[in-house]
């Protein structure tokens, strides 16, 4: 109870010490500062700054009997409401500030951002993508936003696992889109992934399979495509992938596809 008491008072803008001290005065009429150090567990060397602080700001006053000082609470009824002002105050200051200095800095930033968006990059078409993970978001984020037709060479190994390769291909197909794949004959030779390609055909793809394919690579609406590519060395497929962002690319690319589609095999489910 009094942990959960102290931390809503230290949300009102008091520290640790100051709700402790305030909650160790709230049960006795006049401490002194030594009784009320030891009560609130505040380090002696640090009640004088607290009792000061809570003075300040309304929750306790300070009383001399005996030749002493002592301490008394206000009441909560009291204090609390105008500590809550005061918190509002200070809020409506805070958030001033903050408004005059953003327009401080939209007076010194916009002029920087617009000269710099007058220089065309020669390669913002391009995204590098060097990790898997990040390769299987941006072909199933690609796939969800195509409008027309997906074509894919699809060689192994595979970067997605079943469910991104599943929705890859279901939510397009559900929404129409035209999907056409090129399978590398070797792909069917195992049986799990043979069922994946006779689902998809089920649902409305137009497979093919072929020998080879020098790359893997989706391409979407012939205008942005998706290359994953190969270690030129040791022909091993790595995590990095191009995504290209070009219509005149896209239409190379659609060119080559079509060659290669002509010379494919249709994918027999049986």
């Known amino acids: 109870m009094t942990d959960r008491v102290q931390d809503q008072l230290m949300a009102l803008g008091l520290n640790r010490y100051e709700a402790a001290t305030y909650l160790a005065l709230l049960e ?3 401490f002194t500062p030594v009784q009320v150090a030891v009560r609130a567990g505040v380090p002696r060397q640090r009640i004088y700054d607290v009792l000061a602080s809570l003075c300040a700001r309304g929750l306790a006053i300070e009383r001399h009997s005996d030749g002493q000082r002592r301490y008394v609470a206000i009441d ?4 609390l409401p105008a500590l809550i002002e005061q918190r509002r105050q200070q809020f409506e200051h805070e958030q001033a500030t903050l408004t005059e200095g953003l327009q401080t800095l939209l007076a010194m930033l916009t002029p920087t951002f617009a000269a710099g968006n007058d220089q065309i990059d020669p390669l913002d078409y391009v995204d590098v993508l060097l990790d ?3 390769v299987v978001e941006r072909a199933l984020a690609l796939a969800q936003n195509a409008e027309r037709e997906i074509c894919v060479c699809f060689k192994l190994p595979l970067l997605g696992d079943r469910a991104a390769n599943l929705a890859e291909v279901a939510e397009p197909l559900r929404r129409g889109v035209r999907y056409r794949a090129l399978y590398e004959r070797s ?3 195992d049986a799990e992934r043979r069922e994946w390609v006779r689902q998809f055909v089920e649902w409305g793809q137009q ?3 072929i020998e080879s394919l020098p790359l893997k690579v989706n391409l979407y609406d012939r205008r942005i495509a998706l290359l994953s590519l190969q270690n030129p060395t040791t022909g091993a497929l790595s995590f990095t992938a ?3 962002t070009h ?3 896209g239409l190379f690319l659609q060119a080559a596809f079509e060659k290669l589609w002509s010379d494919a095999e249709p994918f027999q489910p049986g």
């Open 28 to 30: 006795h009429r006049g």
């Open 76 to 79: 909560p009824a009291i204090a």
């Open 132 to 134: 898997r993970r990040l």
């Open 187 to 189: 792909i069917l030779d």
């Open 207 to 209: 497979a093919r399979l």
């Open 242 to 244: 191009l995504c290209v």
């Open 247 to 249: 219509p005149n690319f």
